[in-house]
């Protein structure tokens, strides 16, 4: 009996499964995973919407929970934190969908070049970052509380929540912040749907025999080429079924290319409601308005809606997985628990 230490390529199934074949007999030391770009990426774009999700949110939670005073420091220091660390994740997750894209086209159009490091991957991260929070500094400085009036039936209640600071409502550095971010958002998503588009034309015009016919059976060395020529032995497969290699990494590249296009969509979606009431309020002055609650539940539903990225990501990354899908459908369907009842 010999012994292994077995490296795998991560997403490779077919070279695991026939090493699995090769060492049946033998012992395996350990398992390794080769790190590769798109993991760090998607690893990154969890851990940034995770982030959002623990600090920014949980702050605009308290914010219009909490009664505090207008200009209380903690409520003001809330707001603009909240603000800068939405502006700037969110910069920086557009550019991780668009680095992913890039990645993806690399793979699929130009499978013989070679992609960039993880290291210099890691390093093009942080300097993004810092120049996107170099950009969204002005949020610091413009964002504050405000008092609006909302109507409750025949009564008029103020109530305090985070916008632009009056004394910079319609200034300049306002005007260069909603500049930029609105160029920005703009710019990623051309880039990204350009990719996209160049991988949908690439994967259509791929030559796959195999993907579009049953996986032909292949005869083992040992068996007879007809079957009436076969021994009456019950035991031993007859046949052998193989699924090529180039099936499965094309099955696998259409499924990661599926999950990032909804990704981006959703990213898309969440994020333009929120530049359309930047503008609203930039020209009709709708916070200076006494409005319904409703009217206003509506307003800040399409204020905050860059939260929903934030909260449906990780929710896709899951449920693209099938081992996350069969541990929700046993825990759903109580699977586990009837088991052990019906073990006892």
Known sequence: MCCYHVYYP?????????????????CILGIERQKNLFSFYVVVLAVLNLVTAFTTMLFDVIVKTTVLDAEDIVMVSMCKFSHFQVYTNHMLCGFILTLIAHQRYKKVCQPHEASIKINKA????????????FICLPSLVVHSTQRIQLK?????????????AKK?????????LSSLLTIAFVVVLLVTVTYYVHITRALRNIDLPFSERVATPVKSDSS?????????????PVQEWKVPASESSYSISQHT???????TIVFTISYVPHLAVLALLNIYHMDTEVMTSTKRFFLELAY?????????????????????????????TLQKYRARRSYF
């Open 10 to 26: 991560l997403h490779n199934h077919v070279k695991k499964k026939q090493q699995q074949q090769r060492m049946n007999n033998d």
């Open 122 to 133: 890691a390093c093009l991260l942080l300097c993004a970052g810092a120049l996107f929070a």
């Open 152 to 164: 409750y039936g025949d009564q008029v209640v103020r109530v305090v929540i985070c916008r632009i």
């Open 168 to 176: 910079y409502d319609h200034s300049a550095i306002q005007a260069v």
């Open 224 to 236: 007879p080429q007809r079957k009436e020529d076969l021994p009456e032995q019950p035991s031993g």
């Open 257 to 263: 290319f599926r999950i990032f296009v909804l990704v």
């Open 304 to 332: 905050n809606s860059p939260y929903i990225s934030t909260v449906s990501n990780p929710v896709i990354y899951g449920f693209a997985r099938e081992e996350f899908r069969q541990q929700c459908l046993q825990l759903i």
